[in-house]
């Protein structure tokens, strides 16, 4: 009993965190998971695990587990709470591993609210020109010109564009266009493609024909991603159940509505899509 | 939308997001508390701070700058520190300050509010958070150690092995320092990995439990049934303060999470970055590793009050 505590438990254990590690990284679902930034660790955390279990078989105990006054594990002092210690390392991360999919729910999503406006999000670099002043949105619906802005590069150094000449552009591009002059000028009565997530919309659709499309935004970790959307406007909206990935193709547009500037793209076609390779947008 | 909304599936995939970026910090954490465990003796840990309290609790509350860590990784290291005779108030100091009091986290978080008064931001986080910290520790230095740590953590002199006693057992009258130090370049090593291992072991154990309980609440609760709260300051903060506290994010990204909710107060967004990185449902876990559950429970609570009293006379600042 006492070499099953203090040798092959912590070894099972380590083990399999170090399996776990590996395995997320090796087969490309960490992408899912963390930022890039991130990635790199969780393999180098995996193989200094898989050296600690080999430590572990080689190096064999030769007294018992938690059974000095050093012992931290407030539950170790009979042998099932030993068992339960070991339990608690070791379920919740094997089921979780088993059973986590790659993306959170529509609940999820709800609940973390969904962002529409590119004022909540930091000013990322995704933005390819430095924001100028923002103009305060006026009821005049003439958007401000593009000339009255620098531009410092043209759309075809950084945009990418399908063979058939449409822009590939993300829901991040549209949000943070609806606040800049000479972001929006790139994007503005261009055609686009899109990809996100179909999500009803029940705020800026008094027609009935907008849905949103939804990515969601991490910073660090998938638990501290929050969903950003588009809303994109069709004659009909399409039949797919909640949070289907599709791709919907049209013109970009960037309405004042309600006092402030949004992103709406009036789609001429909407259909189902595969996830993107990233499905979380950095 | 009714306010909470469990699902497995949502639990599983963010308590594994946490997971997999926590648990290589941890990690790191480990093996410098094995590092240290091998190769600082308790006699250079005295030697390392000022002999003068005030000095080594304001000292201890600046080392994040120098040795900046997460709060996960730095309850390790502390534990380790301690074992070998550091002082409770340092380490608490140390404990409290580094998560907020580093530069990952200053840059982070003037990136985060880009437009929304950076540098005003930066720096009363940076410097309420220290002085919160100090306070903590000059508290803390007044009690008794005996009332607030938990007796195996406490400096000893008799320990005999490293970690889950995978060691071999010292000689009669030997302790693990000694033999530490007697050992070949090699078995140093060994004693390292088995005292790093031993820690890591320990406290994955509180940071499963915490991050599991954040997971539930960080996927279930609505968190826009907050957002009514935003107009009302001290409500706002109070709420913004539970919220930091339930979703445990980590300090070095937690600034972009409070930069989004726009309709907030600059007050509650601070109160958000001063407490969570201090006291949340994942450290409530991780600090059980070190303190006794009554300590905890005054922290907490004294952390809150203290931190919610500050941005409350804040919020009258017209920033």
Known sequence: MNTLFSRWLPCVTLASWSTVLLYFFFSGRITAFLHPTFRPYVAIAGFVLAGMTLVFLFFPADADCCSSAECGHGLSRLAAGKILTFLILLLPVTAAAIYSPDGFGKEAILNRGIITDASALPQSAKAPFSAPELPLPTNDATPPTAAATPQPATPADYLTRTPDGRIVAEVLDLLYAAQDNALRADFENKPVVLVGQLMPDASNNAGGKRFKAVRMFMTCCAADARPVATLVECETLPAFPEMTWVKATGIATFPIENGRRIAVLKADSVEKSSPPDESMLF | ?319
């Not at chain 2, 203290?306 to 941005?311: E, S, T």
Request: charged content about 10%; glycine content about 8%; aromatic content about 12%.
């Open chain 2, 1 to 319: 939308m009714p306010w909470f909304t469990f699902r497995f599936d949502n639990f599983a995939f963010s308590f594994l997001s946490v997971l997999l970026e926590g648990v290589p910090f941890l990690l790191l954490g480990s093996l410098i508390s094995g590092l240290v465990d091998v190769f600082v003796s308790p006699a250079r840990m005295q030697r390392l701070l000022p002999s003068n309290s005030a000095a080594a609790i304001g000292i201890s509350g600046l080392l994040g700058l120098i040795f900046p860590m997460c709060e996960c990784g730095s309850v390790i290291v502390i534990r380790r520190f301690l074992r070998k005779g550091l002082p409770l108030s340092s380490a608490v100091a140390y404990m409290l300050a580094a998560p907020i009091v580093s530069p990952l986290v200053a840059i982070s978080t003037f990136a985060a509010f880009k437009g929304q008064n950076p540098w005003v931001m930066t720096s009363l986080r940076l410097s309420i958070g220290y002085l919160i910290a100090i306070g903590v520790a000059f508290i803390v230095h007044r009690l008794p150690s005996g009332s607030i740590l938990r007796s195996e953590n406490a400096a000893s002199a008799s320990r005999k092995r490293a970690g889950l006693s995978v060691s071999p057992e010292p000689a009669e009258g030997q302790d693990f320092s000694t033999l530490a130090a007697a050992a070949s370049g090699p078995k140093k090593l060994l004693l390292t990995i088995q005292s790093a291992t031993s820690d890591f072991l320990d406290v994955a154990f509180f940071f499963i439990i915490g991050t599991a309980v954040a997971s539930v609440f960080n996927t279930a609760v609505n968190q826009e049934i907050i957002l009514p709260l935003a107009g009302e300051p001290l409500l706002a903060i109070v709420s913004f303060m539970g919220l930091a506290a339930i979703l445990a994010l980590c300090s070095t990204t937690d600034a972009f999470i409070a930069a989004s909710f726009t309709a907030f107060p600059f007050a509650a967004k601070l109160g958000f970055l001063l407490f969570g990185p201090v006291f949340d449902l994942k450290l409530f876990w991780l600090y059980g590793l070190l303190f006794k559950r009554r300590f905890i429970i005054a922290l907490g609570l004294g952390l809150f009050l203290i931190i919610g009293l500050i941005c409350w006379r804040l919020s009258a600042v017209p920033f």
